[in-house]
Antibody
Framework: EVQVLESGGGLVQPGGSLRLSCAAS????????MNWVRQAPGKGLEWVSFISGSGGRPIYADSVKGRFTISRDNSKNTLYLEMNSLRAEDTAVYYCVKDLGVVTPYYFDYWGQGSLVTVSS | SYVLTQPPSVSVAPGQTARITCGGY??????VHWYQQKPGQAPVVVVY???DRPSGIPERFSGSNSGNTATLTITRVEAGDEADYYC?????????FGGGTKLTVL
């Protein structure tokens, strides 16, 4: 059974940093691209970042470019999102999402349950 | 920039047919995927590649895509179909989601 489980969310002050992790199981992790998608309270879905199965070709939404870094450790079946210079508008539930693509984004077939990040003083 | 337009809300009586649209320039030339999100839950794909259904999704869910509009059609709507629905289109490497449509079952 495919599972993706996020961790690392919490309360952080504006300008602060946080790292999200996502532990994956039930599939060959290195064979699939992964994404982070977020959802602000009461708002729609916003794609944040993509990384290919090999860990190359990271892609970011304009709203987080230069502040967030996506990475993966295929030996640990784990995806990461390093978030720096956090702003109030980054407050959201962050979903770890498996992609059916390998090198380029395709569509998202499995989602985690999400990790809440709150940016507030 | 490319904009994906969904109606904010659609209402339908039980047993009727709901149609949720996703508009975009020449969207018919792109692959459209549809997600259902119920309150407090993660999204679930209900249609991918315009009209394919993942295993476990009822045949009542179908999709089409032509010209400037993609459509998610739900026949014989049930109370359990009440949810937010999002289209996903990789038109560029940014902002692939539509704004979402809240389906209300009257």
């Amino acid at each position: 059974e495919v599972q993706v489980l996020e961790s690392g969310g919490g309360l952080v002050q504006p300008g602060g940093s946080l790292r999200l992790s996502c532990a994956a199981s039930g599939f060959t992790f290195s064979s699939y691209a992964m994404n982070w998608v977020r959802q602000a309270p009461g708002k729609g879905l916003e794609w944040v970042s993509f990384i290919s199965g090999s860990g190359g070709r990271p892609i970011y939404a304009d709203s987080v470019k230069g502040r967030f870094t996506i990475s993966r450790d295929n030996s640990k079946n784990t995806l990461y999102l390093e978030m720096n210079s956090l702003r109030a508008e980054d407050t959201a539930v962050y979903y770890c999402v498996k992609d059916l693509g390998v090198v380029t984004p395709y569509y998202f077939d499995y989602w985690g349950q999400g990790s809440l990040v709150t940016v507030s003083s | 920039s490319y904009v994906l337009t969904q109606p904010p809300s659609v209402s339908v009586a039980p047993g009727q047919t709901a149609r949720i649209t996703c508009g975009g320039y020449n969207i018919g030339s792109k692959s459209v995927h549809w997600y259902q999100q119920k309150p407090g839950q993660a999204p679930v794909v209900v249609v991918y590649d315009d009209s394919d259904r993942p295993s476990g999704i009822p045949e009542r869910f179908s999709g089409s895509n032509s010209g400037n509009t993609a459509t998610l059609t739900i026949t014989r709507v049930e109370a359990g179909d009440e949810a937010d629905y999002y289209c996903l289109v990789w038109h560029s490497l940014n902002d692939p989601f539509g704004g979402g449509t809240k389906l209300t079952v009257l």
